[in-house]
């Protein structure tokens, strides 16, 4: 079992920025993949960004130049910084991840979420 633990949330005026942070937890073996998605009423679920172990980003059209994906490997934690936040950015953000546990059975985990709401 892999468990997150978001934080970082809340209201913000626009123009303003937020720094999320997610922490994984548990009998992790590796996490390959970790993200950062939103989902805002009526809406479906749709990914932000993302990061490899690697390092390699990827970044919905919306967010890219506006928000920046980083992680720290030795913690299993994965951060997003949003910056010049637009109203349109209000939702909850999920964090997720896709490893492997220490058995070697592969893991999805999604976070608890964590409001984001961008007033103007």
């Known amino acids: 079992q892999v468990q997150l633990v978001e934080s970082g949330g809340g209201l913000v005026q626009a123009g303003g920025s937020l720094r999320l942070s997610c922490a994984a937890s548990?009998?992790?073996?590796?996490?390959?993949?970790m993200g950062w998605y939103r989902q805002a009423p009526g809406n479906e679920r749709d990914l932000v960004a993302a990061i490899t172990s690697g390092g390699s980003t990827n970044y919905a059209s919306s967010v890219k130049g506006r928000f920046t994906i980083s992680r720290d490997n030795a913690h299993y934690t994965v951060y997003l910084q949003m910056n010049n936040l637009k109203p349109e950015d209000t939702a909850v953000y999920y964090c997720n991840t896709e490893g492997y546990a220490s058995g070697g059975t592969a893991i999805i985990s999604w976070g608890q979420g964590t409001q984001v709401t961008v007033s103007s």
């Open positions: 548990g009998s992790i073996f590796s996490i390959n993949r």
